[in-house]
């Protein structure tokens, strides 16, 4: 395949051999070059300041990645008795950003989206704590000639896991009894608190500045509060003149699935997708009652009505043709659906009137499920892989359907460049009307950004009023995202 499925493919990075052909980078992983040949050409196109952005970054982690000359420098930093304010970093010294993995694939992958941006706009080189071998074990190395995994001997690797809001080196924590310490760590899960969302506020940045170390502990997309800091935000406006597509290119520079994750997409795909005129994905997810409660303050019961309003929101957007109880076959066109679910009852249901009925305008549909793991195993190899196959196979669809408050879907969405509608649930039973809503812009949602802005602060709010281009989320009141 020739080096200019690059451009389509969105991967900045053609390394190239002294002989021209790509390099074993390159070579090393098959999505690299054949995704083009599966997803359609995005309409969308990269800043050329975003391009430069890329292959500048990709110059710095190979200069400073594992075992680098400067990398080895830099961790005695984390030797004990080194303090933050005893080492301000000079000027052509590395700093690093430490991810700490949590919660399931979807927030794994919009955190470590987020992430990167941050990197990227503070100069530091990202580094992935991958406990479980799990990014390992789907994801491409990104940069070439470097590794992107935080090395098995990093000195206080052992820590890591018990990083928390009560650890003295957590930002909160320091700001609140003035501590210092080698490195900082950042706390930016649910339980994060008034003092650890102050990392979105211009100060706190100038501070961070300083620290060669930054430990982050994230499953938030939290991109949208990086737009709301003062001192981003004329970069950000160069690297991305339209706000809708940065997870859209981070998210197809940064994520090629593995050989194996690629063989299961690419297997699937031309089984039960490829030959169709159109492709549907439907995105079924359904959260514990009580979670619902606690974080989107949604309450439900049971969830019969969800198959009925799936179709509804079909049916309203051209997405799918309501049956015909007495037609016979027709002549239209094929469309495949592919639901995904951890249960299979919702995906039979529409499955099997499919099969049963014939369609009012004469296509004939198709109802697929690649799996039905019965519930959420973060952490086992095969189901993670099946994950992410499903969030790449629901981004190749020419239409999508995604279940409100999920993030495997946001995933989904942003890979593919797709608007999709958004589920309504159902509360008692009743079909909501409307079913469903258009998402504003291909953007995943920030679910939980700070309230309360900077002002704690004196004197600076920079969160306090949204931007012309941030607005609240369609499926949460208190998320935001980029329009
Ligand atoms: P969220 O909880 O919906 O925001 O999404 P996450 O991806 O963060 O966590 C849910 C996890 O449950 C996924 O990563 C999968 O491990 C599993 N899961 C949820 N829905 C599906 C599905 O439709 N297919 C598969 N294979 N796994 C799923």
């Given at each position: 395949i020739h080096p200019d499925f690059d451009e389509r493919n969105l991967d900045f990075s053609s390394e190239k051999g002294q002989d021209g052909s790509q390099s074993s980078y390159v070579k090393a992983c098959l999505s690299r070059y054949e995704s083009a040949l599966y997803r359609?050409?995005?309409p969308h196109k990269p800043s050329p300041y975003l391009i430069s952005k890329l292959h500048q970054y990709e110059t710095l982690h190979k200069r400073?990645?594992?075992?680098?000359e400067s990398y080895n420098r830099t961790?005695?930093?984390?030797?004990?008795?080194?303090?933050?304010?005893?080492h301000e970093t000079s000027d052509n010294e590395c700093k690093y950003l430490v991810r700490i993995p949590f919660d399931g694939l979807g927030n794994r992958m919009l955190s470590l989206a987020s992430a990167f941006l941050y990197a990227l706009l503070t100069d530091r080189v990202l580094l992935v704590y991958d406990n479980e071998g799990d990014t390992a074990d789907l994801?491409?190395?990104?940069?070439?000639?470097?590794?992107w995994l935080l090395p098995?001997?990093?000195?206080?690797r052992n820590r890591l896991d018990y990083?928390?809001?009560?650890?003295?080196?957590?930002y909160g924590n320091m700001l609140k009894h003035s501590g210092n310490s080698s490195f900082v760590y950042l706390h930016?899960?649910?339980?994060?608190n008034d003092y650890d969302k102050l990392f979105f506020c211009d100060q706190d940045q100038i501070f961070l500045q300083n620290v060669s170390w930054v430990i982050m502990k994230s499953q938030f997309y939290f991109v949208p509060s990086l737009f709301l800091i003062k001192s981003f935000e004329q970069e950000l406006a160069t690297l991305f003149p339209?706000?809708?597509t940065v997870f859209h290119f981070l998210g197809r520079y940064l994520f090629f699935p593995s050989n194996p994750v690629w063989e299961l997409i690419t297997r699937y795909h031309r089984t039960y997708?490829?030959?169709?005129d159109e492709k549907i994905g439907i995105q079924i997810r359904i959260f514990d009652p009580r979670f619902l409660a606690a974080a989107f303050n949604f309450t439900t019961s049971t969830l019969e009505a969800v198959p009925d309003t799936i179709l509804a929101c079909a049916y309203d957007n051209n997405v799918l043709p309501r049956i015909n109880p007495?037609?016979?076959?027709?002549s239209g066109k094929s469309k495949s659906v592919m639901v995904t679910s951890l249960t299979s009852k919702y995906y039979e249901i529409i499955r099997d009137m499919y099969w049963e009925h014939s369609t009012v305008n004469g296509d004939v549909i198709g109802v697929f499920q690649?799996?039905?793991?019965?519930?959420q195993k973060t952490g086992n190899k095969k189901h993670d892989r099946k994950a992410l196959a499903e969030i790449y196979l629901l981004s190749l669809t020419d239409k999508l359907i995604i279940s409100p408050w999920s993030t495997f879907g946001y995933v989904a969405q942003g890979l593919g460049g797709l608007r999709p509608w958004i589920l309504h649930m159902p509360k008692n039973e009743i079909v909501p009307n409307p079913p469903c809503t258009q998402a504003m812009s291909m953007e995943p949602c920030f679910?939980?950004?700070?309230?309360?802005?900077?002002?704690?602060?004196?004197?600076?709010?920079?969160?306090g009023a949204l931007g012309s281009y941030i607005r609240q989320c369609e499926d949460t009141s208190q998320g935001i995202k980029l329009v």
């Amino acid at each position: 395949i020739h080096p200019d499925f690059d451009e389509r493919n969105l991967d900045f990075s053609s390394e190239k051999g002294q002989d021209g052909s790509q390099s074993s980078y390159v070579k090393a992983c098959l999505s690299r070059y054949e995704s083009a040949l599966y997803r359609k050409e995005s309409p969308h196109k990269p800043s050329p300041y975003l391009i430069s952005k890329l292959h500048q970054y990709e110059t710095l982690h190979k200069r400073c990645g594992p075992y680098t000359e400067s990398y080895n420098r830099t961790i005695r930093k984390l030797e004990p008795g080194h303090m933050t304010h005893e080492h301000e970093t000079s000027d052509n010294e590395c700093k690093y950003l430490v991810r700490i993995p949590f919660d399931g694939l979807g927030n794994r992958m919009l955190s470590l989206a987020s992430a990167f941006l941050y990197a990227l706009l503070t100069d530091r080189v990202l580094l992935v704590y991958d406990n479980e071998g799990d990014t390992a074990d789907l994801f491409c190395e990104p940069f070439p000639e470097t590794t992107w995994l935080l090395p098995q001997d990093f000195p206080i690797r052992n820590r890591l896991d018990y990083l928390n809001q009560e650890s003295p080196e957590c930002y909160g924590n320091m700001l609140k009894h003035s501590g210092n310490s080698s490195f900082v760590y950042l706390h930016l899960i649910y339980t994060f608190n008034d003092y650890d969302k102050l990392f979105f506020c211009d100060q706190d940045q100038i501070f961070l500045q300083n620290v060669s170390w930054v430990i982050m502990k994230s499953q938030f997309y939290f991109v949208p509060s990086l737009f709301l800091i003062k001192s981003f935000e004329q970069e950000l406006a160069t690297l991305f003149p339209e706000k809708e597509t940065v997870f859209h290119f981070l998210g197809r520079y940064l994520f090629f699935p593995s050989n194996p994750v690629w063989e299961l997409i690419t297997r699937y795909h031309r089984t039960y997708l490829e030959k169709s005129d159109e492709k549907i994905g439907i995105q079924i997810r359904i959260f514990d009652p009580r979670f619902l409660a606690a974080a989107f303050n949604f309450t439900t019961s049971t969830l019969e009505a969800v198959p009925d309003t799936i179709l509804a929101c079909a049916y309203d957007n051209n997405v799918l043709p309501r049956i015909n109880p007495n037609g016979s076959l027709g002549s239209g066109k094929s469309k495949s659906v592919m639901v995904t679910s951890l249960t299979s009852k919702y995906y039979e249901i529409i499955r099997d009137m499919y099969w049963e009925h014939s369609t009012v305008n004469g296509d004939v549909i198709g109802v697929f499920q690649p799996s039905s793991e019965g519930g959420q195993k973060t952490g086992n190899k095969k189901h993670d892989r099946k994950a992410l196959a499903e969030i790449y196979l629901l981004s190749l669809t020419d239409k999508l359907i995604i279940s409100p408050w999920s993030t495997f879907g946001y995933v989904a969405q942003g890979l593919g460049g797709l608007r999709p509608w958004i589920l309504h649930m159902p509360k008692n039973e009743i079909v909501p009307n409307p079913p469903c809503t258009q998402a504003m812009s291909m953007e995943p949602c920030f679910q939980k950004p700070p309230s309360n802005g900077c002002k704690m602060r004196t004197g600076v709010d920079s969160t306090g009023a949204l931007g012309s281009y941030i607005r609240q989320c369609e499926d949460t009141s208190q998320g935001i995202k980029l329009v």
